[in-house]
Structures are given as structure tokens and as C-alpha cells.
């Protein structure tokens, strides 16, 4: 079993629509968790990082479940410029290397 | 331009040649990563210094790997007798001493080709 877990997509979604990624992990001591986007032939950058209450940040909402190990992002409102492919980011307790996920590739269509 | 610098951005070299590339990372970041991704993958770990010392290296960092921080500033790594399997984007990143608790920041990468 893969450390981090993606669904690679695509997801195609059309301009408006609400869009949800999940991502699993398979270590219980994982201890951070962030979603990071990546623009084709780009540079990861962060998006938000994943609190245990749950946050959000405009049309982003993160969230997370350790009982089951997982997090989620959902994006509301989908803009053409969300377009990306969305990495599920891990650290594990007393590491400090992150692990990656392979990344959902949304595309919004207009 | 005060972000992770990474040069080249491109190398194409034939196999069996050296390859090296630098990571200049944000000044006050004492923390710098390599990673390495290939395509339709999310990038895996390779090697992590904080200032100079080198503290992790992955299984992924065969023995024609090495990576030097010298004076805890820009980094270096190498790949030796290159091989088509280590094309790839090699990333770098940086972050403060906490690490990506704080945020870590990416560089462009370098895109390296083996032919």
C-alpha cells in the first residue's frame, strides 16, 4: 500500500460546479498535512495546509479525518484558473521529509 | 528575484555522462530538500540538509548520487554515469528550521533528459 494515496483523475468539471478530492495516508503518526497545487511543467506551491478542526480559505475547504486517514479538498465555484493538478502532502511525526501523493488532475471546462 | 533559484532548467545529456545541478535557496531558508519527480508522479524525496549537514537521504539516492550544502548555503547534486531511468524534474526546496510546518517553498526544477 502506497504511503499517500491519490485518485489521479481527471476530474472534468464544468465552470461553477463543486469539485471534492480525497487522499489517504497509510501512517496513523502522521502528523501534518497540506494540499499543494501544481500547474502543468510547474513548481509545486502550497495551496493551504490541513488543521484538524477543519479550515478554509475563500472557495477552498480542507479537512481532516484521522480515524479513517484521510483528508479532503473541496473547491467551490470552480474557475477556469483552478485548472491544476492538486497534490495531498504528508509528514509524518518526528520526520522532516513530506511524502506526496501522485496528484488529482482537475481540469474546469468552460 | 528573492525566491529558490535552480540551474540549469534544462539538461539533456547523453548517458553514462555527469550531470550537476545547484539549488540556490531563499536566504534565510536553513532548510533545503531535493526532490525528484517524473511524470504523471508526485515528487518523491531524495535528500534533506539543515545548513550544512545533510541529515536524511532517501533509498531512491543510489551510490551515483551525491549531494553537498558546503557552507549552508546553495546546494549541489550530482548524478554519475547517468542512466535513461534518471530523467526526470529535479526539485529543490527550501524552508525555515521548522520545516514544512512552515512553509517550504519550490524552485522551478531542473529538467534533466538522458539520452
Known amino acids: 500500500r502506497k504511503e499517500v494515496e491519490q485518485d489521479p483523475g481527471p476530474f472534468n468539471v464544468p465552470e461553477g460546479a463543486t469539485v471534492a478530492f480525497n487522499c489517504t495516508y497509510s501512517n496513523s503518526a502522521s502528523q501534518s498535512f497540506f494540499w499543494y497545487r501544481q500547474d502543468c511543467r510547474k513548481e509545486p506551491k502550497l495551496l493551504m495546509s490541513v488543521y484538524s478542526s477543519g479550515n478554509e480559505d475563500g472557495r477552498f475547504t480542507a479537512q481532516l479525518n484521522r480515524a479513517s486517514q484521510y483528508i479532503s479538498l473541496l473547491i467551490r465555484d470552480s474557475k477556469l484558473s483552478d485548472s491544476a493538478t492538486y497534490l495531498c502532502v504528508v509528514r509524518y511525526g518526528g520526520y522532516q521529509k513530506v511524502t506526496f501523493g501522485i496528484g488529482t488532475k482537475l481540469q474546469v471546462i468552460p | 528575484d528573492t525566491g529558490v533559484s535552480q540551474d540549469p532548467r534544462h539538461k539533456i545529456t547523453k548517458r553514462g555522462q555527469n550531470v550537476t545541478f545547484r539549488c540556490d535557496p531563499i536566504?534565510?531558508?536553513?532548510?533545503l530538500y531535493w526532490y525528484r519527480q517524473t511524470l504523471g508522479q508526485g515528487p518523491e524525496f531524495l535528500t534533506y540538509f539543515q545548513n550544512e549537514a545533510q541529515l536524511e537521504k532517501s533509498r531512491l539516492l543510489s551510490d551515483r548520487f551525491s549531494a553537498e550544502r558546503p557552507k549552508g548555503s546553495f546546494s549541489t547534486l550530482e548524478i554519475q554515469r547517468t542512466e535513461q531511468g534518471d530523467s526526470a524534474m529535479y526539485l529543490c526546496a527550501s524552508s525555515l528550521a521548522e520545516g514544512w510546518d512552515t512553509e517550504a517553498f519550490f524552485g522551478q526544477g531542473t529538467r534533466l533528459t538522458v539520452v
Open positions: 536566504s534565510e531558508h536553513n532548510r
